[in-house]
């Protein structure tokens, strides 16, 4: 699957937002080394806080599925002009599956007329991970 074709998975997730609160649809899609793709996208809740981010949804989703590692690119749409980064959080869960299977995946940051595509590694450096926890 193309870039573009993980894009517009990850638009088609948006669709199925359920972002009453924020009126901010995010989708997100991720690609795996076998070609397959996951996707994701925003689920809020009526206590705020709760909110279960695009990327989280589409993380938990794959490793559900039984995925450990293999993630080579995630693509990640909002409504707004520029383009979107993942949170903090979503950087931190999206760097559990990529660790795994010892990936750096392109994340794809998509805006309405442009794509900063940036290496997780650059979006969280110096990440802890499941090899930080590893004791002698
Ligand atoms: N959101 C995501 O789904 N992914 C992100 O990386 C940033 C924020 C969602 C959470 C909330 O439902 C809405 O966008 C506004 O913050």
């Known amino acids: 699957m193309s870039d573009d074709d993980l894009i517009a998975a990850a638009?088609?997730?948006?669709?199925?937002?359920?972002?009453?609160y924020s009126r901010f649809a995010v989708g997100a899609a991720l690609r795996f080394a076998?070609?397959?793709?996951?996707t994701g996208t925003n689920i809020e809740n009526a206590s705020y806080g709760l909110a279960l981010c695009a990327e989280t949804v589409?993380?938990?989703?794959a490793m559900d599925a039984g995925r450990r590692g293999g993630l080579v690119a995630a693509a990640v749409t909002g409504p707004a002009d520029v383009p979107?980064?993942?949170?903090?959080?979503?950087?931190?869960?999206?760097?559990?599956?990529?660790?795994?299977g010892g990936t750096d995946p392109d994340i794809l940051c998509v805006g309405a007329?442009?794509?900063k595509q940036i290496k997780l590694?650059?979006?969280?450096?110096?990440?802890?991970g499941p090899a930080s926890l590893m004791q002698d």
């Open 58 to 61: 589409a993380a938990a989703k």
């Open 113 to 115: 007329d442009t794509v």
């Open 84 to 100: 979107i980064t993942p949170c903090g959080r979503c950087r931190q869960v999206l760097n559990e599956l990529a660790q795994l």
């Open 34 to 38: 076998d070609g397959s793709v996951v």
């Open 121 to 128: 590694s650059v979006l969280l450096p110096a990440a802890f």
């Open 11 to 20: 638009r088609g997730a948006a669709r199925h937002s359920y972002s009453p």
